[in-house]
């Protein structure tokens, strides 16, 4: 059965970094788009980040954008985000979630957040 394992969260001060890894299996990674999605203590879920199929074209939420990194790795069916200058408002439990297979399928899963299959999530605490 597909499963998503992340791994990587932590405790960190701000400006820290961290590197959060998610292992795929049970499914043909590399024709799925991936995405990072994160749920801060008392708030809904927000889309963080998403990656192509072949890894060329990525995608941030605009409080991310020159702090962190999607990448994936489809040989070993790895999706990870490099996180850089971490802000207590990155505070968050961060889920890695099958995205479409195409540009407009992850787009309109990102509305609903209609994502068939989640990781158990990882725990990133920025704190000072």
């Known amino acids: 059965q597909v499963q998503l394992v992340e791994s990587g969260g932590g405790l960190v001060q701000p400006g820290g970094s961290l590197r959060l890894s998610c292992v795929a299996s049970g499914f043909t990674f590399s024709r799925y788009y991936m995405t990072w999605l994160r749920q801060a203590p008392g708030k809904g879920l927000e889309w963080v980040s998403d990656?192509?199929?072949?890894?060329?074209?990525?995608d941030y939420t605009d409080s991310v954008k020159g702090r962190f990194t999607i990448s994936r790795d489809n040989a070993k069916g790895t999706l990870y985000l490099q996180m850089i200058s971490l802000k207590p408002e990155d505070t968050a439990l961060y889920y890695c979630v099958r995205g479409g297979d195409s540009d407009r399928h992850t787009t309109a899963l990102r509305e609903k957040f209609e994502y068939d299959y989640w990781g158990q999530g990882t725990q990133v605490t920025v704190f000072a």
């Open positions: 990656i192509n199929s072949g890894g060329g074209s990525t």
